[in-house]
């Protein structure tokens, strides 16, 4: 099976932009998370989305939005990038189900750089 | 509110020898606890969790973890490090009260550096 994939791997943007960032799961799956990493804040979640429906949100200002489509695949968008918004997107695929004792399955992430 | 402690941000130890790095958490009922690695550049590779039954879990690469109850801990061991083990090390948790949600919260990390 293929694992998560994540597309662009890398992105440079500047303040103001707005940038979008993609996220197939493993072929089944039906849960993706989201989640940034930064040396200060570390691991931080951003959303979950099951079934083309928002399970679960983090504490992130409205900026930063996702969807996802009916083929489990997800996109992420942040808009009026600000500097602290350089990071490593990681997006995790899971089946969904199991009352939340499945593992899920990392990407190797997007790093955004905003300049 | 849920939240994992790594309490050393660095683990130092020789090839050969045993290692541990610590992790423990606080939430409001029974947890599912995980263990990942990252690797330089990369993303988060899955190690071990815990969910219920036995204390001692074993996972990927010859690693395993003990779950505490009383101490609220659960710790990475291996008996013998070896070089490429060199990484860093993400404790997380999930509280079976989430019911079916997929977030993770996760521990700050510690990298574990193994000299040859």
């Given at each position: 099976k293929a694992g998560v994939t994540q597309t662009p791997r890398y992105l440079i943007k500047t303040r103001g932009q707005q940038v979008t960032l993609s996220c197939s799961p493993i072929s089944g799956h039906r849960s993706v998370s989201w989640y940034q990493q930064t040396p200060g804040q570390g691991l931080q979640f951003l959303f979950e989305y099951f079934s083309e429906t928002q399970r679960n949100k983090g504490n992130f200002p409205g900026r930063f939005s996702g969807r996802q489509f009916s083929n489990s695949r997800s996109e992420m968008n942040v808009s009026?990038?600000?500097?602290?918004?350089?990071a490593l997107y990681l997006c995790a695929s899971s089946s969904g189900l199991g009352q939340g004792a499945n593992e899920q399955f990392f990407g190797p992430g997007t790093r955004l750089t905003v300049l | 509110a849920q939240s994992v402690a790594q309490p050393e941000d660095q683990v130092n130890v020789a090839e050969g020898n045993p290692l541990t790095v610590k992790c423990t958490y606080s939430v409001s009922g029974n947890p599912y606890l995980f263990w990942y690695v990252q690797y330089p550049n990369r993303g988060l590779q899955f190690l071990l969790k815990y969910i219920t039954g036995d204390n001692l879990v074993k996972g990927s690469y010859g690693f395993e973890a003990e779950f505490n109850k009383s101490q609220t801990s659960f710790h990475l061991k291996k008996p013998s490090a070896l070089v490429s083990d060199s990484a860093l090390y993400f404790c997380a948790v999930r509280d079976k009260g989430s019911s079916n949600t997929g977030k993770l919260i996760f521990g700050q990390g510690t990298t574990l550096q193994v000299k040859p």
């Amino acid at each position: 099976k293929a694992g998560v994939t994540q597309t662009p791997r890398y992105l440079i943007k500047t303040r103001g932009q707005q940038v979008t960032l993609s996220c197939s799961p493993i072929s089944g799956h039906r849960s993706v998370s989201w989640y940034q990493q930064t040396p200060g804040q570390g691991l931080q979640f951003l959303f979950e989305y099951f079934s083309e429906t928002q399970r679960n949100k983090g504490n992130f200002p409205g900026r930063f939005s996702g969807r996802q489509f009916s083929n489990s695949r997800s996109e992420m968008n942040v808009s009026t990038l600000e500097l602290g918004d350089s990071a490593l997107y990681l997006c995790a695929s899971s089946s969904g189900l199991g009352q939340g004792a499945n593992e899920q399955f990392f990407g190797p992430g997007t790093r955004l750089t905003v300049l | 509110a849920q939240s994992v402690a790594q309490p050393e941000d660095q683990v130092n130890v020789a090839e050969g020898n045993p290692l541990t790095v610590k992790c423990t958490y606080s939430v409001s009922g029974n947890p599912y606890l995980f263990w990942y690695v990252q690797y330089p550049n990369r993303g988060l590779q899955f190690l071990l969790k815990y969910i219920t039954g036995d204390n001692l879990v074993k996972g990927s690469y010859g690693f395993e973890a003990e779950f505490n109850k009383s101490q609220t801990s659960f710790h990475l061991k291996k008996p013998s490090a070896l070089v490429s083990d060199s990484a860093l090390y993400f404790c997380a948790v999930r509280d079976k009260g989430s019911s079916n949600t997929g977030k993770l919260i996760f521990g700050q990390g510690t990298t574990l550096q193994v000299k040859p």
